[in-house]
């Protein structure tokens, strides 16, 4: 009878960690725990670059090039996906800047800025802002959405610099944030943001309406650190995590959701990108490298 007890309890279990694809639907799309158990998508590493940067930056990406933010060394780099160095850029001042890749332009925001180069690099324009210390950026409907880490608070611009929007502030509330270290927007205009302060990811729609937040529970603690956030173009959302056995989590658009690739992580570094093919580009603070996954 013992036999066959602990035989129905490990069935149980393992019931409860694969069950994902068909969990219901709810308010919240996403399982806003991640109760369904360590379960992993088939990403593998494909590439990894070694040495190319020497602090945490952020990461943009085509299908050609990758685009980083390198703070320390005052850079922006442009490099291709065999790890060559095509175009490295001095920008004095540049601090832990946000950058997105948008109408084949860099939008990068900096201090009291958002500057836009081209595809080369070369300047191009720049909008002034207010001055905050500034983290993730992305563009929707020709509308900037960054991220400030002082203030703890998302801001929208209008191309011409106009303060449109703004919410946040610090706590631990719904709607409040730790460190919003990261942002991201998807097709329908929803904000995304990553609250690594918090550890976890907040959702809002257009107008900053606060929508629901989630935490990714972690075989390595009770819930792994949340520092990037990118959205393809299918709105299947990427978040860059830390302190679990992955470096990154996949949401997909459907509502299932697991760790992109059992590996060895880095708990370093918030930048995450996915090219328009579906290589995930990461961030690897911890060993200065780049590593590139798909499918």
């Given at each position: 009878m013992k036999k066959i007890i602990l035989f129905l309890i490990i069935i149980l279990n393992f019931s409860a960690c694969v069950k994902i694809e068909n969990e219901e639907q709810r308010d919240n799309p996403f399982d806003p725990d991640n109760t369904t158990g360590f379960v992993y998508y088939d990403y593998k590493l494909i590439k990894t670059i070694k040495d190319v940067y020497f602090s945490s930056g952020y990461v943009t990406c085509d299908d050609n090039y990758i685009f980083?933010?390198?703070p320390m060394a005052e850079k922006i780099l442009k490099i291709d996906y065999n790890g060559n160095i095509i175009i490295s850029s001095n920008d004095p001042g540049l601090y832990s800047s946000g950058l997105i890749l948008y109408?084949?332009?860099?939008?990068?925001?900096?201090?009291?800025?958002?500057?836009?180069?081209?595809?080369n690099l070369n300047f191009l324009s720049e909008i002034n802002i207010a001055s905050y210390y500034y983290s993730g950026i992305d563009i929707y409907d020709n509308y900037y959405l960054v991220t400030t880490e002082d203030s703890k608070k998302v801001i929208k611009y209008s191309n011409n610099g106009t303060n449109i929007m703004e919410f946040g502030g610090v706590g631990t509330g719904?709607?409040?944030?730790?460190?919003?270290?990261?942002v991201a927007i998807d097709s329908?205009?929803?904000i995304y943001v990553a609250d690594s302060g918090n550890e976890r990811l907040q959702v809002f729609n257009s107008s900053g309406t606060f929508l629901y937040s989630?935490?990714?529970?972690?075989?390595m603690s009770d819930y792994t650190s949340i520092k990037g956030v990118a959205i393809d173009k299918n709105d299947n959302i990427y978040v860059r995590i830390g302190n679990a056995g992955s470096n990154f989590y996949v949401i997909k658009k459907d509502g299932t959701e697991r760790f992109g690739c059992?590996?060895?992580?880095?708990?370093?570094?918030c930048g995450i990108s996915v090219s328009p093919s579906g290589k995930v580009v990461v961030l690897d603070d911890e060993h200065h490298s780049i590593k590139i996954y798909s499918l």
């Open positions: 980083i933010t390198d109408t084949n332009n860099i939008h990068l925001v900096s201090y009291n800025k958002i500057i836009i180069l081209t595809y719904n709607g409040k944030f730790g460190f919003p270290s990261d329908s205009g929803n989630k935490k990714i529970k972690s075989d059992q590996e060895d992580y880095s708990a370093f570094g």
